[in-house]
């Protein structure tokens, strides 16, 4: 059985291997029809109560329409510190003549949780699986409002504003 050390090892070549795998996806050849970027985002969770910041890349379109939209956000509060690594894909639908437009997507996150010290569970740092899913709407220059629902072990619900360098 593995012990916690060779456990965090796995996990660390696991989030290397993908956020590399990531970059050569976002940074790699694509057509050029193909409008990716890259940006940031901040807001508010519920169940951790936090405040969360973080960084996204938008890959694609993987097939029309559908794109790979990998982040991480960092959320501070309720005596712990949480880092979500996101692998999700959203689904786009153009609004005919606006400047808007609305997505749905989900998908897995790795959630790291470290406890503070002498409050809950004596500074302790768990790793554990989830699921989000999303609703969003982008605007055509960047900005972006985005309602995440968590599932398993992320958090339950985010509210959040970002925008996306194109």
């Known amino acids: 059985m593995p012990n916690t050390r060779t456990k965090r090892g796995l996990f660390g070549s696991f989030c290397i291997a ?3 795998a990531g970059l050569w996806w976002g940074f790699g050849p694509r057509p050029l029809y193909a409008q ?25 379109p993987v097939v029309e329409q559908l794109w790979f939209r990998p ?6 509060g309720n ?38 010290e002498d409050r809950v569970r004596g500074g302790d740092t768990e790793v554990e699986g989830g699921f989000n ?21 992320s958090p339950e619900v985010k509210l959040g504003v970002g925008y996306t360098f194109r």
């Open 133 to 153: 899913i999303l609703l969003g709407f982008a605007h055509h220059g960047g900005f972006f409002g985005e309602l995440k629902v968590g599932a398993l072990n």
């Open 79 to 116: 005596d712990r510190t949480l880092v979500g690594i996101n692998g999700e894909l959203t689904y786009w639908f153009p609004l005919a003549r606006r400047a808007w437009d609305l997505y749905v997507g989900g998908g897995p996150a790795v959630n790291v949780i470290r406890f503070d």
């Open 18 to 20: 993908l956020t590399v």
């Open 36 to 60: 990716g970027g890259a940006g940031f985002r901040a807001g508010a969770s519920v169940d951790p109560d936090q405040f969360y910041f973080g960084g996204h890349l938008e890959v694609g």
């Open 71 to 76: 982040n991480i956000e960092v959320g501070i």
